[in-house]
């Protein structure tokens, strides 16, 4: 840890604190995870979920894992730097996105997505608070904590997702979902992008499926028979409710905006576009430039000038079953060295160029 300054906490959670760090070499900056539970082996450190999918995905809007240090039995992950968080940016703003922002920010997720998906893992938590940016031009996956590989075999019992933007079929405690759960969850982010307010802001599980009853009207037996099912093993009955309209809710959003928000937020899971095919959808067809532009390029002294300021850091959101800021990596080849100086052990991940 000695490469590393430290100035200032950036967040705190049941697993670990965030800090703000820079390279004393550099002055790159970075963030800097301390695990809370101490690790006496690299085989236990290797084996957790975020390290596992982030060795294995490498992707511009994938969150980058710089490095893994495990000294005196303490865990850090050191990520690459990134300004705010999505809910962040959009809390501070006083009118609403322009078109063009929502679909670049979409965009980029997407792409994230569909290659985390391709490479065989799905998320499980994506919400604002784990779409990390610096400004609406350059967007990133992260926290992979509760990351799964498509091809593990279920029954999945444990926690999954933030609420207000979990997919129905997990509310009805389905144990053998997949990828089309987090298809469900940017659909929900790209309705409070273009509204800055969650679309489905439930206050408990059962409330959470009536407001969804509410606004996409209640599914019939014959569009998602396992709903059903699930619903009876847990004897909940369905409420009659008929469809609110989209364009009655998101006023602001295009016909081709809201065609690829309600195919993505479809009740039977089986009947979402993947994450790759929703790339293909007409919203995106513009003739816009869409994906990661050009970034100005870094001073001596490795900072960006754009990004002098300090990061904004988020308050306290009042989002039930909330999980803290958490890990996001990316990464490859790892090589092991050993520092006999500083009794430590880091663990670098040397990007594909």
């Given at each position: ?18 800090i703000?760090?820079?390279?004393k ?40 894992l ?49 290659f985390m ?8 938590d ?10 609406p ?6 926290d ?8 593990s ?10 609420r ?8 009805l ?5 997949s ?22 802001p ?9 407001r969804?009853c509410?606004?996409?009207g209640?599914p019939?037996?014959?569009?998602w ?9 847990m004897?909940?009955?369905?409420p009659?409710?008929t ?11 295009s016909n081709?905006?809201l ?5 993505m937020?479809?009740w039977?899971?089986?009947?979402r ?15 816009q ?5 050009p970034?100005?390029?870094f ?6 000038a754009?990004?002098r ?7 306290p959101?009042?989002i039930p ?7 996001n990596?990316s ?5 092991i060295?050993?520092t006999k100086?500083e009794?430590?052990?880091?663990l ?5 160029t």
């Amino acid at each position: 840890m000695n490469r590393y300054t430290v100035s200032k906490q950036l967040g705190d959670g049941t697993y670990g604190s965030v800090i703000l760090g820079n390279v004393k070499e550099t002055g790159e900056k970075v963030a800097i995870k301390k695990m809370k539970k101490k690790y006496y082996s690299w085989e236990e450190c290797l084996d957790l979920r975020e390290v596992k999918s982030l060795r294995k995905l490498n992707h511009p809007n994938i969150i980058k894992l710089k490095e893994v240090i495990r000294e005196s039995d303490m865990l850090y992950f050191v990520f690459e730097f990134m300004k705010e968080n999505l809910y962040q940016m959009t809390k501070e703003r006083s009118k609403l996105f322009p078109e063009s922002v929502i679909r670049n920010i979409i965009y980029q997720v997407l792409q994230g997505l569909a290659f985390m998906h391709k490479h065989g893992f799905f998320h499980r938590d994506l919400k604002p608070e784990n779409l990390l940016c610096s400004g609406p031009d350059l967007v990133k996956i992260a926290d992979f904590g509760l990351a799964r590989e498509i091809r593990s075999r279920p029954p999945y019992t444990d926690y999954v997702s933030t609420r207000w933007y979990r997919a129905p079929e997990v509310l009805l405690r389905s144990t053998s979902y997949s990828s089309p759960i987090d298809v469900w969850a940017i659909g929900t982010i790209m309705a409070e992008l273009y509204m800055l307010r969650p679309l489905l802001p439930g206050s408990s599980e059962i409330d959470q499926i009536f407001r969804t009853c509410n606004t996409l009207g209640t599914p019939r037996q014959e569009e998602w028979k396992e709903g059903y099912q699930l619903a009876s093993a847990m004897n909940f009955k369905w409420p009659q409710c008929t469809a609110t309209s989209l364009k009655s809710l998101i006023p602001n959003a295009s016909n081709e905006a809201l065609h690829l928000m309600k195919d993505m937020m479809m009740w039977n899971p089986a009947k979402r576009p993947s994450s790759a095919q929703s790339l293909r959808y007409q919203y995106f067809q513009v003739g816009q430039n869409l994906g990661i532009q050009p970034r100005p390029p870094f001073s001596s002294n490795g900072i960006n000038a754009a990004d002098r300021k300090s990061p904004v850091q988020s308050p306290p959101r009042t989002i039930p079953d909330n999980k803290p800021l958490s890990d996001n990596l990316s990464s490859l080849l790892p090589t092991i060295s050993n520092t006999k100086k500083e009794e430590s052990v880091s663990l670098y991940f040397v990007m594909n160029t």
